[in-house]
């Protein structure tokens, strides 16, 4: 079991900035991916920013509309993983998801965090 506590999400402004947090707890030594997706109401969810563990290394993929603008990163010592958003738009407006993947696989989701980015 993997548990997953958000926070950081509230009201920003286009052209600000907001850093979301993830506390993972549990079998963090087995997560193989980690990493954040969103939701905006009356869309599917999707893939933000993800990290991948692949022997001693990490590997971060984007997706194409927030690449130069989101920054995912993962603190082993802390249990935490970050997502450093800059030069929000209103369309990055959604509930934020951090999930973890174990093999498997075998998804967990965090409850989710609200991004409001005013125009």
């Known amino acids: 079991q993997v548990q997953l506590v958000e926070s950081g999400g509230g009201l920003g402004q286009a052209g600000g900035s907001l850093r979301l947090s993830c506390a993972a707890s549990g079998r963090i030594a087995s997560i193989d991916r980690i990493g954040w997706y969103r939701q905006a109401p009356g869309k599917q969810r999707e893939s933000v920013a993800i990290?991948?563990?692949?022997?001693?290394?990490?590997?971060?993929n984007y997706a194409d509309s927030v690449k130069g603008r989101f920054t995912i990163s993962r603190d082993y010592a802390r249990n935490m993983v970050y997502l450093q958003m800059n030069s929000l738009k209103p369309e990055d407006t959604a509930v934020y998801y951090c999930?973890?993947?174990?093999?498997?696989?075998?998804?967990?989701w965090g409850q989710g965090t609200q991004v409001t980015v005013s125009s």
């Open positions: 999930n973890a993947q174990l093999p498997g696989p075998t998804n967990y």
């Open positions: 990290i991948t563990r692949s022997g001693s290394s990490n590997f971060a």
